[in-house]
């Protein structure tokens, strides 16, 4: 699965998409009900009548948070824009997100994009969704650029727009590689591999222009090429048009991606829009929690992170890594095996090392449950001594870049090791308590037997019974 709409159809088929089919207006209005939206279960939205030539639609990359009582992890919907099989874990997820293997494109021959010209429209024509205070929405899309016949991606975020000029926030790094007066397209309603491809080429501290490339490495992605660059052919929308101008002051964050990153607003001048028939175009809520951006930032910093350490010591001792979107990219959750005593304490130093994000490292044993959230917090109060194992760094390190509790440069660090100690005999720890140790069988064998009558099997995942929670 690559392109939106078969994302879209996946959805209808398989989650909660409510549409809303009264007249809703770009300006303001849409995203004031996609943000409650956020609020209340994260379902899809799509708005099927607005006043512009595209529909809109939230929350397609998005999803509730662990606490909700619910049959889906945050993470469901990314997993399934990809491809991932429905019975995929957590672990194989973010493992296939760090793996980085670009693949060839040059083998892969040129499709027809499926945009179509629309003479004469404009910006405004489109209905980009705009915020309450005006700021507009040109979320969830890259920009392609083309420097010496090589072609790349970058994320985007809205800062204002004309009817014929976009301003849009890039990461530094891009602005330097792609020089002013450059042709360039801005695409909007792009698959879910193109979107993590371009902040795996752009926002990961190594930046490189190879983003078409690990996205063919992530999907059967269609390609086409305009005017020498090359595109998603599935795209949506396609404003085509030229750099007019680099802005290299930060402006205001609009985008989780931005979020630690030298940006750049650069001014794109359009020359021509490209649409699909009847287009759609998925953006995130400004500054909610549990928006799209959220998840997709979270999900490419924790595969850069596991990535790059289970190389660090020439073995691979972590489980797997989470930054919990309900956490706000403040919080870094690894699962790992303590190779030796004060190991924990190397694995959230290289943690921090490695990203300036999060101010908070929580070190869970190899057996936790990258699903159950409420299990790691809980172990970090039970399993974790406040006075030996919170540890809090000295007061002058370097402000996490996420956390919005504190304005000032330096602050301290913490990491929290709520792990069994390796030095410990194995009497000593606390064995973990499952449906098959609690219970005798001839109970679980009236159990199952009672469940099977009651019809319970609808009502409750079936994981939930095989003895991992």
Known sequence: MTALRDHLDWLRETDTTVDVTEPVHWDGTVEAVAAEATRHGCPVVRFTETSGIARLVSGVYGGPDQFFSDDRDPWDRIAGALGHPPDGSYVDLIDRLARWEPASIDERP????????????????????????GVPLVSLGV?????????????????????TELRLSVPRPFAEWCPPRTDVSVLLGVSAPVLIAALQAWTQGQPTP??????????????????????????????DGRLSGIDPKDADRTATWEIGQETTTVAVETTGIATREQPTIPFAPFDEPLADDVHLACLVEAAKLFRRVNNYWGVSPVRWIQIPV?????????????????????????????????????????????????????????????????????????SAAAPEYRDEDAGSRLYINATWDPRWDEE??????????????????????????????????????????
């Open 110 to 133: 040129d499709a027809e994009p499926d945009a179509t010209r629309c003479d004469g429209a404009d910006l405004y024509d489109l209905g980009l969704p705009t915020t309450r205070e």
């Open 143 to 163: 920009i392609a650029a083309e420097v010496d016949g090589e072609t790349t991606w970058a994320p985007i975020a809205g800062r204002g727009r004309r009817s």
């Open 210 to 239: 190879d983003a078409p490339a690990l996205a063919a490495g992530l999907s059967d992605l269609q390609l086409a090429t305009i005017d020498g660059r090359t595109v998603p052919a599935e795209a949506e929308v396609r404003v």
């Open 326 to 398: 309900e956490g706000r990219l403040g919080l870094c959750i690894v699962s790992s095996e303590i190779l030796y005593a004060g190991f924990e304490w190397q694995l959230a130093n290289t943690l921090f090392s490695f990203s300036d994000l999060f101010d908070k490292v929580l070190v869970v044993d190899e057996q936790a449950d990258p699903t159950d959230l409420a299990r790691a917090l809980d172990d970090m109060w039970v399993k974790a001594h406040p006075a030996n194992d919170w540890v809090f760094s000295e007061s002058h390190a370097s």
């Open 428 to 469: 000593y720890i606390a064995p973990r308590v499952t449906m098959e140790t609690a219970f005798s069988e001839s109970v679980l064998a009236s159990l199952a037997d009672r469940w099977d009558e009651l019809g319970l099997d609808e009502a409750v995942r079936p994981d939930r019974l095989d003895g991992d929670d």
